[in-house]
Nanobody, 126 residues
Framework: QVQLVESGGGLVQAGGSLRLSCAAS????????MGWFRQAPGKEREFVAA????????KYADSVKGRFTISRDNAKNTVYLQMNSLKPEDTAVYCC???????????????????WGQGTQVTVSS
């Protein structure tokens, strides 16, 4: 069983920055690919970013490329999402997810992920 706990959400003005963290339980965190997804009110969940188990490969949604950066610290069992130049349309609940298959190329579909956190709210005001 893997438990994921997100933190770092909040209210920020457009153009601002936030860094989300996702702390994972378990001794095999370093073998998981990790992803961030988000869901805005009335919208479907969408992929944001993902990182391979080694950190050597990342993938981003077109809507966040150049603004968001995903990273991980396997010694701390934590994955991060640095979000810069935030826009009101980035407002959503952000969830991290773990893909226990040891993939060298992270996936952008939610169905590949086995464990999910509860999420953290990000609100960007205009």
């Amino acid at each position: 069983q893997v438990q994921l706990v997100e933190s770092g959400g909040g209210l920020v003005q457009a153009g601002g920055s936030l860094r989300l963290s996702c702390a994972a339980s378990g001794r095999t965190f370093s073998s998981y690919a990790m992803g961030w997804f988000r869901q805005a009110p009335g919208k479907e969940r969408e992929f944001v970013a993902a990182i391979s188990w080694s950190g050597g490969s990342t993938k981003y949604a077109d809507s966040v490329k150049g603004r968001f950066t995903i990273s991980r610290d396997n010694a701390k069992n934590t994955v991060y999402l640095q979000m810069n130049s935030l826009k009101p349309e980035d407002t959503a609940v952000y969830c991290c997810a773990a893909d226990i298959a040891q993939r060298t190329v992270p996936r952008d579909r939610a169905g590949y992920y086995d464990y999910w956190g509860q999420g953290t709210q990000v609100t960007v005001s205009s």
